[in-house]
């Protein structure tokens, strides 16, 4: 029976953003699944929207013996501590070791992970497992779309395949999708040819969204162009926050030949320069954003939603910045928004009870310049455990573990405060604390693409706002010091030249 080794370890790295990310993160997940090893790798992976459930699926599908190694992610944030790195690689690498013959290893992967002392976490991994296995053992990668790719990732990995779809509903399918390679890899035993092409501009993630153009059209071409020829092209548009050599969007295609790859990919590159004008788009300020969705909520018959885009716990962000949350207020504008990350204040609620009246200081933890706590006397309208499934088409049935949570009214706006972060995009990350989005005239989410599989069916209108945060809008407002030279550090923005010493 073929003998497969399987893992996972993924984190989306912010080099810019406050709290880096550690051990303990990987162990609770934050949106992604608890930390499991061995044989528990295969119980949890199962039926839910990340690449190593939809491998896992093919896998025994196809009959092939898994090895399970341990599986594990974090939130996005800044850096992934050394230790955190050095422990779960080891048990990774060590595993794969003492698997016994294998024909083959599949890791489940970012793609844009930086540690506090590797700028390349994933091409690091790659070399210690391929190093084990030695050069001749198929090894498979599944990435997220806004992977940093390097070249060292594409030369140690026999394939990196990554999701088409921003928010990121094909996770699981991507898992599938290497499954199909690899078992075309071990029925053929033949190598592919690479074609790795880094592209000469960063693009900002909320145009990177595949709804909409011209990344949409972008994707369709590229799965227009695979062949037998060429069994997989992909496009990772990049992650532009983490400040080093390879940050960017990049093509990597597989062929029969060099020809067929480099033909592949180079048609993908000259797509995606001919549309650098389009992957940009309006943004709004606070103030701005929230009266116009109060002007436009006035006849509409649906939520207006408004990205709250720089404080994305999806993007590195801590998830408790107050600049949405004072603008509403402000402009007293009945809402709800969500998720404002801040233990202290979900404890102070917990303990004052349903329908007291409590004094915070809530969020602006983080140190975000332009942002500081919230003090102010709110409701406490509902508590939370933290616990429920998020059963909309980005987490895919996740069991959500938020600690203690609760509703808080301040006017006519409800805040959702957590003990734990994750990206708000799911519709039930509203209702675990009794408010129905559905009926909300306006909603902030603390996402920027992500929330888009499941709000946009029952919006309006779509919003996109900057207040402060961790993940700019703008990426050329980034103080970059790392790049490598000649980037454009934003779609038709200035060119990248290193600081002087």
């Given at each position: 029976?073929t003998?497969?080794?399987?893992g996972?370890?993924?984190h989306?790295?912010?080099?810019f953003?406050?709290?880096?990310?550690?051990?303990?993160?990987?162990?609770?997940?934050?949106?992604?699944?608890?930390?499991?090893?061995?044989?528990?790798?295969?119980?949890?992976?199962?039926?839910?929207?990340?690449?190593?459930?939809?491998?896992?699926?093919?896998?025994?599908?196809?009959?092939?013996?898994?090895?399970?190694?341990?599986a594990?992610?974090?939130?996005?944030?800044?850096?992934v501590?050394?230790?955190?790195?050095?422990?779960?690689?080891?048990?990774?690498?060590?595993?794969?070791?003492?698997?016994?013959?294998?024909?083959?290893v599949?890791?489940?992967?970012?793609?844009?992970?930086?540690?506090?002392?590797l700028?390349?976490?994933?091409?690091?991994i790659?070399?210690?497992?391929r190093?084990?296995?030695?050069?001749?053992?198929?090894?498979v990668?599944?990435?997220?779309?806004?992977?940093?790719?390097?070249?060292?990732?594409?030369?140690?990995?026999?394939?990196?395949?990554?999701?088409?779809?921003?928010?990121?509903?094909?996770?699981?399918?991507?898992?599938?999708?290497?499954?199909r390679h690899?078992?075309l890899?071990?029925?053929?035993?033949?190598?592919?040819?690479?074609?790795?092409?880094?592209?000469?501009?960063?693009?900002?993630?909320s145009?990177?969204?595949?709804?909409?153009?011209?990344?949409?059209?972008?994707?369709?071409?590229?799965?227009?162009?695979?062949?037998?020829?060429?069994?997989?092209l992909?496009?990772?548009?990049?992650?532009?926050?983490?400040?080093?050599?390879?940050?960017?969007?990049?093509?990597?295609?597989?062929?029969?030949?060099?020809?067929?790859?480099d033909?592949?990919a180079?048609?993908?590159?000259?797509?995606?320069?001919?549309?650098?004008?389009?992957?940009?788009?309006?943004?709004?300020l606070p103030?701005?954003?929230?009266?116009?969705?109060?002007?436009?909520?006035?006849?509409?018959?649906?939520?207006?939603?408004?990205?709250?885009?720089?404080?994305?716990?999806?993007?590195?962000?801590?998830?408790?910045?107050?600049?949405m949350?004072?603008?509403?207020?402000?402009?007293k504008?009945?809402?709800?928004?969500?998720?404002?990350?801040?233990?202290?204040?979900a404890?102070?609620?917990?303990?004052?009870?349903?329908?007291a009246?409590?004094?915070?200081?809530?969020?602006?933890?983080?140190?975000?310049?332009?942002?500081?706590?919230?003090?102010?006397?709110?409701?406490?309208?509902k508590?939370?455990?933290?616990?429920?499934?998020?059963?909309?088409p980005?987490?895919?049935?996740?069991?959500?573990?938020?600690?203690?949570?609760?509703?808080?009214?301040?006017?006519?706006?409800?805040?959702?405060?957590?003990?734990?972060?994750?990206?708000?995009?799911?519709?039930?990350?509203?209702?675990?604390?009794?408010?129905?989005?559905?009926?909300q005239?306006i909603?902030v989410?603390?996402?920027?693409?992500h929330f888009?599989a499941?709000?946009?069916?029952?919006?309006?209108?779509?919003?996109?706002?900057a207040?402060?945060?961790?993940?700019?809008?703008?990426?050329?407002?980034l103080?970059?010091t790392?790049?490598?030279?000649?980037?454009?550090?934003?779609p038709?923005?200035?060119?990248f030249?290193?600081?002087?010493?």
């Open positions: 029976m003998r497969i080794a399987v996972g370890f993924l989306e790295t912010n080099t953003a406050p709290t880096k990310a550690t051990f303990a993160d990987f162990q609770h997940g934050g949106g992604w699944p608890a930390m499991t090893q061995g044989a528990d790798v295969l119980k949890v992976m199962r039926r839910i929207n990340v690449g190593l459930a939809g491998f896992v699926e093919a896998a025994e599908t196809t009959g092939w013996e898994l090895v399970p190694i341990i594990c992610g974090a939130s996005p944030s800044a850096h501590t050394r230790d955190a790195f050095e422990r779960i690689v080891k048990v990774m690498v060590d595993g794969i070791k003492a698997a016994g013959p294998l024909d083959a599949y890791l489940d992967l970012h793609g844009a992970m930086v540690t506090e002392h700028d390349d976490g994933e091409g690091e790659l070399a210690r497992v190093r084990v296995i030695g050069p001749h053992v198929p090894l990668t599944s990435l997220d779309l806004h992977a940093n790719v390097t070249p060292e990732m594409v030369a140690h990995a026999d394939a990196l395949i990554a999701y088409r779809t921003y928010p990121h509903v094909d996770m699981a399918d991507t898992g599938r999708a290497c499954a690899l078992a890899l071990l029925k053929t035993k033949q190598c592919l040819a690479k074609a790795f092409r880094q592209l000469p501009f960063l693009i900002p993630i145009w990177q969204c595949t709804n909409d153009q011209p990344t949409k059209s972008i994707y369709e071409k590229l799965a227009a162009l695979e062949s037998e020829a060429v069994p997989t992909s496009f990772a548009p990049g992650f532009p926050a983490a400040d080093f050599r390879d940050c960017g969007p990049s093509v990597f295609a597989y062929g029969k030949t060099q020809g067929d790859a033909r592949a180079e048609a993908i590159v000259k797509l995606i320069e001919s549309h650098e004008d389009d992957f940009d788009g309006k943004i709004f103030d701005e954003g929230v009266r116009y969705a109060m002007e436009l909520a006035k006849c509409a018959s649906k939520p207006i939603i408004i990205a709250d885009t720089q404080d994305n716990p999806g993007a590195g962000g801590d998830s408790d910045t107050t600049g949350l004072r603008a509403l207020v402000r402009n504008a009945s809402a709800a928004t969500g998720v404002i990350y801040d233990p202290v204040s404890t102070a609620a917990h303990a004052a009870g349903v329908g009246t409590v004094a915070l200081s809530l969020g602006g933890k983080s140190g975000i310049p332009g942002d500081e706590p919230y003090q102010e006397t709110f409701v406490v309208e508590l939370s455990d933290g616990r429920f499934i998020a059963p909309g980005y987490y895919g049935g996740r069991e959500m573990e938020m600690g203690p949570s609760a509703c808080l009214r301040i006017g006519e706006v409800r805040v959702v405060v957590s003990s734990h972060k994750a990206q708000l995009a799911d519709q039930a990350m509203y209702r675990y604390v009794g408010i129905e989005p559905t009926e005239q909603l989410n603390k996402s920027s693409v888009r499941d709000f946009e069916p029952i919006a309006a209108k779509l919003l996109i706002c207040a402060p945060g961790a993940m700019p809008a703008d990426t050329a407002s103080p970059w790392r790049l490598r030279p000649g980037i454009r550090i934003k038709n923005g200035p060119v030249i290193p600081p002087s010493r």
